[in-house]
């Protein structure tokens, strides 16, 4: 009852000075309250009179004035130098000043402006650009927040990309760097097999399946084109991919025909 | 009514020592905390002296200023809470060395009778607010008499929004109490 008793009394004297309700009106609000309420506002509205109380004016202007000198001095003392070091070491101090919040979110801002931009212009970057690690950077920060059954379809995208940049390397005569992507490109088809392994079979798993295959085929065309180009010395690395392509398309091959035959058993649907 | 975010870009400004932000914080100020000190004191003299002190001090200490969580009003009047004890301390100290008696240490207690000796009407108001005891006596000068809100009174006064709640409540209680005796 006190509880709900302090809550009334508290609103009243809100109403009271901010809204200017009278006594009257603000125990109309709480009938049943009205005798235990009213002598507590009378005695609010006797003690808000000393609010009436101000130093005198010619004390307020004088300190004002002398407060304000001082501080034009200090201001004169702190005011950033003439140039643009000094100037931007004063805007860096503003900066300072700003509340936490207020940093972060321009620390974001800022991060996701400069990351974005930067993802965007190495998207077309090769092995060996100056902006090549951005892109696989992103590339790993993509994995990492990608749910692991999604992983599988990303390294399938990634290995393209290798794939493409293996082809577009030997178009320009870049050939230093092609036996370091196929490395990456082995890597991203070692990743594919083992997410395989994990997965649970259902139909989806077939579609996948028929995607790694697929993928399998377009590489081993490109390989064969890149092959073509490049010089002497860089095509024993080629050959060499071109048969680890085929033996882990193989290797993904038997593992859809195990997953049939798993399904048959179970009597469950195969979408082939 | 001034709002919060206002206070704070002032607040900024006057970090940076910009005249008007000061001059606007002091007008904003000055009445309040005067209140508070001429209610604590009792003299216009020093209530004059110590609420200067209190903007002097407080442009000295801006810079480490922090919102974290505490409104600048209450950082304010916790500087003004400290220049009075500071102030208790010498008038204690001096009273000590003249009297030589080693008592009364609780010159905190409101000696306002003196401001208002002539108004007689108020007498009775004055003393039934010296007989609240010193947290309700606190709440209902901080809140009534310098116009704080209770957030900001909770951040001096370092209780929680209830307890200063039921603080003005009692002290209220008490108020009309001591008065209706008074008139019966």
């Known amino acids: 009852m006190t509880k709900k008793n302090e809550k009334i009394i508290d609103n009243c004297i809100k109403l009271i000075s901010e809204n200017n309700l009278s006594i009257e009106q603000c125990l109309k609000r709480y009938p049943k309250f009205k005798e235990e309420l009213r002598p507590l506002l009378e005695s609010f509205i006797k003690v808000k009179e000393f609010e009436k109380i101000n130093p005198p004016a010619i004390f307020e202007d004088e300190v004002k004035i002398r407060f304000i ?47 974005g931009f930067t993802s965007i212009l190495s998207a077309n970057t090769l092995p060996g650009d ?26 399938i995208i990634f290995a393209k990309r290798r794939l493409g940049e293996i082809e577009k390397m030997a178009e320009k005569g870049r050939i230093g760097e092609i036996t370091k992507t196929l490395n990456v490109l082995e890597t991203e088809i070692d990743s594919v097999i083992n997410y395989m392994k ?53 290797k993904i091959e038997k593992m859809q025909q195990n997953m049939i035959k798993k399904l048959h058993d179970e009597n469950k649907p195969v979408d082939k | 009514m001034v709002s919060e975010r206002k206070i704070r870009r002032l607040v900024e400004r006057a970090k940076k020592y ?68 500071n102030y208790y301390r010498h008038k ?23 401001v208002f000796e002539k108004e007689l009407d108020k007498q009775d108001l004055i003393n039934a607010i010296n007989r609240l005891n010193t947290e309700q006596r606190q709440v209902i ?27 003005q409540y009692r002290a209220l209680r008490n108020l009309s109490s001591y008065l209706s005796k008074k008139v019966s």
């Open chain 2, 18 to 85: 910009d005249p008007e932000a000061f001059s606007e914080l002091y007008e904003l100020y000055i009445r309040k905390i005067y209140r508070y000190i001429l209610f604590r004191v009792g003299d216009y003299n020093i209530a004059e002296d110590l609420t200067e002190n209190v903007f002097y001090k407080a442009l000295n200490s801006i810079d480490g200023f922090k919102f974290k969580k505490v409104p600048f009003s209450s950082w304010l009047f916790t500087i003004a809470g400290n220049i009075l004890k």
């Open chain 1, 69 to 115: 000198n001082i501080v034009k001095a200090k201001q004169s003392q702190v005011l950033p130098k003439k140039g643009i070091i000094p100037r931007f070491a004063a805007q860096l101090s503003g900066l300072w000043a700003m509340s936490t919040l207020a940093k972060i979110s321009i620390f974001v801002i800022l991060f996701l402006f400069i990351s």
């Open chain 1, 130 to 155: 100056f902006l090549y690690p951005v892109k696989t950077a992103s590339e790993k920060v993509i994995i990492f927040f990608t749910p692991n059954n999604k992983k599988v379809n990303l390294h």
């Open chain 1, 198 to 250: 994990d997965f649970e079979i259902d139909i989806k798993t077939q579609e996948v399946f028929d995607m790694i295959l697929e993928n399998f085929n377009e590489q081993k065309k490109v390989l064969e084109k890149v092959k073509e180009k490049v010089p002497d010395e860089a095509k024993p690395a080629i050959k060499k991919a071109i048969e680890n392509n085929m033996i882990k398309s193989n």
């Open chain 2, 92 to 114: 204690a100290v001096e009273k000590k060395y003249l009297s030589g008696i080693d008592k009364d240490l609780q010159v905190s207690n409101i000696d306002v009778q003196l």
């Open chain 2, 141 to 167: 000068i901080f809140k009534f008499i310098s116009g704080l809100k209770n957030k900001e009174v909770s951040k001096i006064m370092k209780k929680s929004l209830g307890a200063v709640k039921a603080l």
